[in-house]
């Protein structure tokens, strides 16, 4: 963690534990059209679409994101709370406004560059320059296995 700032944890979650939301996601992309037509959507090919956050194409898809249940729940999960408080050595608070990164391959415009989140979400003077810490679980292309990441940074 210490050399590349975040850690690599395969297997922190389980399939079902990701699975039933890559369902979600996946059909959400191929029902507003961002999908190879005629493939398996939890493949998650990407069709000829390309868009970005801030144009039409992209905030109707994300505000749909938005309202799945589990895409929120996935934030609260014990294993990924667990590796948190470990590495933070106390309690954690998991903000309840959830963000998505969705990218498309081949598409650098729709890349997230560095930046610090703190001028948009706020918070109170104690909390004005924590440590960053960010965790993201992401199930493999052909969703055989889980894999987790947790990454903990300082400024």
Known sequence: MARDGFLYLPGLLEPADLVPLRRDVTALLQRF?????????????????????????????????????????????????AVARELIGGEVFVHPRSIARIIFPDYPASTTPPHQDYVHIQSTDEFAHPPARHYAASPSPACQRATASASVSTP
């Open 33 to 81: 059209g961002w999908l190879q037509p005629g493939m398996e959507p939890l493949e998650a090919l990407a069709g000829e679409l390309r868009t970005r956050a801030g144009e039409p194409q992209f905030q109707a898809l994300y505000r749909e994101l938005q309202k799945l249940e589990r895409f929120h729940r996935l934030g609260q999960h014990p294993q990924l709370l």
